[in-house]
């Protein structure tokens, strides 16, 4: 079975500085990873995703996130954090095993401070 | 637009009533899922459809929940007998057939927001 630990709830950073929201998965077959970011009630936009090609990922709005299977890890960065960044993140894993269905973490909350 | 269209987007319904929720995917995707997600979780899987045939539901999805698909282009969600614990967002997503080209993420709508008082 897969499964999706996104550590922390809640990351604050300010506008500038760095972004980096943490994303650990756990799968018995090579994985998609995806990244998907939720506004206040809205349904859920892809960032990137991982498809077993290059392991940094570039996605839109200047996000990229690196693949590392020896950590079984999948971290979402940002240089520099705007004030439109200020979201809901999920990452999510997904495997094709003749069924598909894609499951997620249970989200972090990114706050950009002034 | 071409995406993926949920109606309603707010539903507001008296416990013990039923409800029935719409799905309209993007219309080339013979892949249609549906998903709840619940304040400050992420979202849950709940079916899925392979064009008109179920094919996953998820232990999540009891008795009082039905979903179909009857030609393989839109779907319905119905929870009937509604309970307070069923209110949620309600996201439908669709996608194309997996191919190793890389179309494997899911596209989602804006969800029907369920609210049972």
């Known amino acids: 079975a897969q499964s999706v630990t996104q550590l922390g709830s809640h990351v604050s950073v300010s506008e500038g500085a760095l972004v980096l929201l943490r994303c650990n998965y756990s799968?018995?077959?090579?994985?998609?990873l995806f990244w998907y970011v939720q506004y206040p009630n809205q349904g859920l936009q892809l960032l990137l995703k991982?498809?077993?090609?290059?392991?940094l990922v570039k996605g839109i709005n200047g996000f990229e996130a690196e693949f590392k299977k020896s950590e079984t890890s999948f971290h979402l960065t940002k240089p520099s954090a705007h004030m439109s960044d200020a979201a809901e993140y999920f990452c999510?894993?997904?495997?094709?095993?003749?069924?598909?269905?894609?499951?997620f973490g249970a989200g972090t909350r990114l706050f950009v401070k002034a | 637009d071409t995406g993926v269209s949920q109606d309603p987007r707010h539903k507001i319904t008296k416990r013990g009533q039923n409800v029935t929720f719409r799905c309209d995917p993007i219309?080339?995707?013979?892949?249609l899922y549906w998903y709840r997600q619940t304040l400050g979780q992420g979202p849950e899987f709940l079916t899925y459809?392979?064009?008109?045939?179920?094919?996953?539901k998820s232990r999540l999805l009891s008795d009082r929940f039905s979903a179909e698909r009857p030609k393989g282009s839109f779907s319905t969600l119905e929870i009937q007998r509604t309970e307070q614990g069923d209110s949620a967002m309600y996201l439908c997503?669709?996608?194309?057939?997996?191919?190793?080209?890389?179309?494997?993420?899911?596209?989602f709508g804006q969800g029907t927001r369920l609210t049972v008082v």
């Open positions: 997503a669709s996608s194309p057939t997996w191919t190793e080209a890389g179309n494997t993420e899911a596209f």
């Open positions: 799968s018995s077959v090579p994985p998609y």
């Open positions: 991982y498809t077993s090609a290059a392991t």
């Open positions: 999510a894993v997904s495997v094709n095993t003749g069924g598909f269905k894609t499951i």
């Open positions: 219309s080339e995707h013979n892949r």
């Open positions: 459809f392979q064009n008109e045939a179920q094919l996953e």
